[in-house]
């Protein structure tokens, strides 16, 4: 009811997606940065208003116009990449490409990082806009922030191409919505002159005088403001949910994207001095901008509303990428094989649950707040923009070796010959260079406030990744068979039947063991000793066609999983080349609740029994319909009681007494299994 239908692997081309979902899906991260990425750069120039006054404020806007160059420089070195890897161009696939493992071990912590905290920060900014105008809310942000992320969640296990169509309206209506409310600021402040200002009233964040460096001032509020570029990478790591030709699409998408982002962050900047916002995150900066343009009313709620929408919908374009980063990273064995799998509706759904379920941990654990969690979300996003620029670097060092026709063999394809590759190369390397300052400033200045969790979960990953990766080719070696001689070799077997109870289950076991015309042994762990004697008469009653008598094993300290693996084990001493087949009945009920209703103790056994050599196990399912009970008859038996006469008959009896070579060793092994 709530994933629908399953989807066929053949629909998989259908699911691609139109360069117009493809920018509500990839690009609403990106976009929604202009709801908080201004009020960073006011947050950190207001420590220093007390010296410089609130004149201080007006370096927002060169730093907001730096902002966008660097956003030029990414877009235009991301549209390299793209065409250079039409099969993925995320910093992860191009850094293995180009660096090696470990520079693409680093990009996938830092990309995985980023994208569990793009899902925390942007659902508590969209929590935060809700409480700028509904602030009875702000106490409740957290469960807020939980129940969104499961709604979105559940939205991402239908499918790529249904998420993007719910949230293609909400990317929308923010676009249109920002460019209302930049068009009548402009007009009312420009032309009109009845733009007003904000209330000064309004609680800042400054907290003391400023007693630093001037210039490390602008560089830390460059770097706050950087954090209107984070997103900008996702169109490269989703190139393949595209329609083709994918490359064309995409590079077009991620064009469009970046001159929307430009122009509403340059203008939220200009409109928040023009009105003086103050730096707070309750009224956060961009409430402020749309209460004194639109003086209140329906379109400020509506402004609002979109904002919030933007913000909860970059959270979509993480649960986009990160199911695709994980499953490109499972294929090379840096994660568990099981994140490449595609679920029931075509999409990585181990990807998106582990997402979703980090993002909650996170949102719970820094209590909801942007401010505490951006520090955590920057370091993470700039550290996979250097990787990927430098990476390109490399690649267009290699090119620039290269003579007009002829190709190089990379990792991932083959790079060629490029006439265009100086100034590619240039292009790479200003951007590298940019966002590794960035990433520098953020990791330092921020370090006390959160930023050093990342300094230290990235390497953790990476560590992780690392003895993945070694375990998978460790197994990989062991299961080889290159370079061996194999002779299969026909190997003498003993079935060992382990008889719990004797019912309408145990038929099929016993039926089993003598169709495989192999030597065999009925055996019972004796924890009971009344069971053991009704469950020894009911077996000589009932099981004399089998021509085998129950083998008794005692368990007096009811350890049976030991007493069973020491029972096995000592064949296995006997006859060093014999293989021994264990049997053990399962009862299958209709519902797991009534599943759940019986002990299930084969569990146990059979974990035990896996790490044994030679021995094979094998399940034999007797499925039990309890609605059809009523044909059966009611005189059944239960609580280890029986009818008189069975009981009499049963003691002591030896009903069916073994005849057969093998059975007539079966109280030799009794004796040396006690």
């Not at 209107?228 to 077009?252: C, H, M, Y």
């Not at 064009?255 to 340059?266: D, E």
């Not at 090379?332 to 679920?343: E, H, I, V, Y």
């Not at 996979?384 to 390109?392: A, N, V, Y």
Request: aromatic share 10%; charged share 15%; proline share 4%.
């Amino acid at each position: 009811m709530l994933l629908g239908p399953a989807l066929s692997s053949e629909d998989a081309a259908h699911q691609a997606i139109s360069k117009k979902v493809g920018l509500a899906v990839f690009a609403s991260d990106a976009l929604s940065s202009v709801a908080y990425a201004t009020q960073e750069i006011l947050i950190v120039l207001a420590v220093a208003v007390g010296i410089y006054g609130a004149g201080i404020y007006n370096y927002s806007v060169p730093i907001a116009l730096v902002i966008v160059a660097l956003l030029a420089v990414l877009t235009i070195s991301y549209r390299q990449t793209i065409y250079a890897y039409p099969n993925g161009a995320g910093a992860y696939l191009v850094a293995r490409d180009n660096l090696g493992e470990v520079p693409a071990m680093m990009a996938a912590a830092a990309l995985l990082t980023d994208y569990v905290l793009t899902v925390a920060v942007s659902v508590a900014s969209g929590t935060e806009q809700l409480a700028s105008a509904f602030p009875e809310l702000r106490q409740y942000r957290i469960p807020i922030c939980v129940a969104i992320i499961m709604v979105i969640t559940v939205i991402n296990l239908r499918g790529v191409k249904e998420s993007g169509a719910v949230f293609a309206l909400p990317t929308y209506f923010f676009v249109g919505m920002m460019f209302l409310m930049l068009g009548v600021g402009f007009f009312r402040s420009f032309v009109s002159g009845t733009l007003g200002i904000v209330d000064q009233t309004i609680h800042t964040e400054h907290i003391a005088d400023y007693d630093g460096v001037f210039l490390l001032l602008i560089l830390r509020a460059f770097s706050s403001g950087c954090t209107a570029l984070t997103g900008v990478e996702a169109i490269s790591d989703g190139i393949q949910a595209f329609k083709e030709p994918r490359s064309k699409n995409a590079a077009a998408t991620l064009t469009v994207m970046a001159s929307i982002l430009a122009f509403m962050f340059f203008g939220i900047t200009i409109l928040a001095n023009r009105v003086q916002a103050v730096p707070s995150e309750t009224p956060t900066v961009i409430s402020q901008i749309a209460q004194v343009i639109f003086d209140g009313g329906p379109l400020y709620i509506a402004a609002i509303a979109s904002a919030m929408l933007i913000l909860v919908m970059a959270a979509n374009t993480a649960f986009a990428d990160f199911p695709r980063l994980s499953a490109f990273a499972a294929r090379d064995g840096f994660l568990p094989r099981q994140m490449a799998s595609k679920g029931r509706r075509l999409v990585f759904s181990w990807g998106i649950a582990l997402l979703a379920l980090a993002a909650c941990v996170l949102i719970v654990a820094r209590n909801a707040r942007v401010t505490e969690l951006l520090p955590l979300y920057a370091v993470g996003v700039f550290m996979g923009f250097t990787l990927s620029q430098f990476s390109m670097v490399k690649r267009w060092l290699t090119v620039a070796r290269l003579k007009p026709g002829e190709l190089a063999k990379t990792l991932h394809g083959e790079a060629g010959y490029d006439s265009g590759w100086r100034w590619k190369l240039i292009v790479a390397l200003v951007g590298g260079s940019m966002t590794f300052v960035v990433m520098v400033v953020f990791a330092i200045s921020k370090f006390s406030a959160g930023a050093w969790l990342v300094v230290v979960i990235i390497p953790t990953l990476v560590f992780i990744f690392y003895r993945i990766r070694k375990h998978y080719i460790d197994v990989a070696r062991i299961l080889s068979l290159s370079g061996r001689a194999v002779n299969p070799l026909k190997h003498d077997v003993l079935t060992i039947v382990f008889i719990d109870d004797v019912h309408a289950g145990t038929v099929p076991m016993v039926e089993f063991a003598m169709s495989l015309r192999h030597s065999w042994l009925a055996v019972h762990l004796d924890n009971d000793s009344e069971k053991t004697a009704i469950t020894k008469a009911k077996w000589n009653e009932r099981m004399k066609y089998a021509y085998h008598p129950l083998v008794i094993i005692p368990t007096p300290f009811r350890n049976l999983t030991q007493v069973a693996v020491d029972y096995i084990q000592h064949h296995l001493d006997k006859a060093p080349g014999r293989l021994v087949h264990v049997v053990m009945g399962q009862l299958v009920m209709d519902d797991y609740w009534q599943q759940a209703l019986h002990s299930n103790s084969t569990i146990g056994l059979k974990l035990a029994l896996q790490r044994m050599e030679r021995v094979i196990v094998t399940d034999v399912s007797y499925q039990l319909h309890t609605s059809q009970a009523e044909r059966f008859p009611e005189n059944v038996e239960h609580n280890y009681k029986l009818p008189e006469t069975e009981v009499a008959n049963g003691h002591g009896a030896t009903h069916g007494a073994a005849s057969a070579p093998a059975a007539r060793d079966a109280g030799a092994d009794a004796a040396a299994g006690k």
